[in-house]
């Protein structure tokens, strides 16, 4: 069992920057891909990033890429989302997951959930 909290969500304006934090329990972080998702008002849930349990490989939607940065220290059980040049489009409840074995995508994969934190960018 994983239990996952998020942290570091807001209001900032765009262009700015913001840096999410999902803590882990557990023994066993390493073992597990990590991915953020959001969920917008009135919209599905999408991917944003994933990492593997190595902090190897990184994955990111078009959407995203160039923009955020998804890190882990397995150390201490924490995955980390660095946001900068934030737009209006990216404001959605954050949700970080995790499932044992390669990162994906699709969130139907994933096993454990945190609760969300919101992020707000204002024009």
């Known amino acids: 069992q994983v239990q996952l909290v998020e942290s570091g969500g807001g209001l900032v304006q765009a262009g700015g920057s913001l840096r999410l934090s999902c803590a882990a329990s557990?023994?066993?972080?390493?073992?597990?891909?990590m991915g953020w998702f959001r969920q917008a008002p009135g919209k599905e849930r999408e991917f944003v990033a994933a990492?593997?349990?190595?902090?190897?490989?990184?994955y990111y939607a078009d959407s995203v890429k160039g923009r955020f940065t998804i890190s882990r220290d397995n150390a201490k059980n924490t995955v980390y989302l660095q946001m900068n040049s934030l737009k209006p489009e990216d404001t959605a409840v954050y949700y970080c997951?995790?499932?044992?074995?390669?990162?994906?995508?699709?969130?139907?994969?994933?096993?454990?959930w945190g609760q969300g934190t919101q992020v707000t960018v204002s024009s």
């Open positions: 997951a995790a499932r044992q074995g390669y990162p994906s995508g699709r969130s139907y994969l994933y096993d454990y």
């Open positions: 557990g023994r066993t972080f390493g073992s597990y891909a």
């Open positions: 990492i593997r349990g190595s902090g190897g490989s990184t």
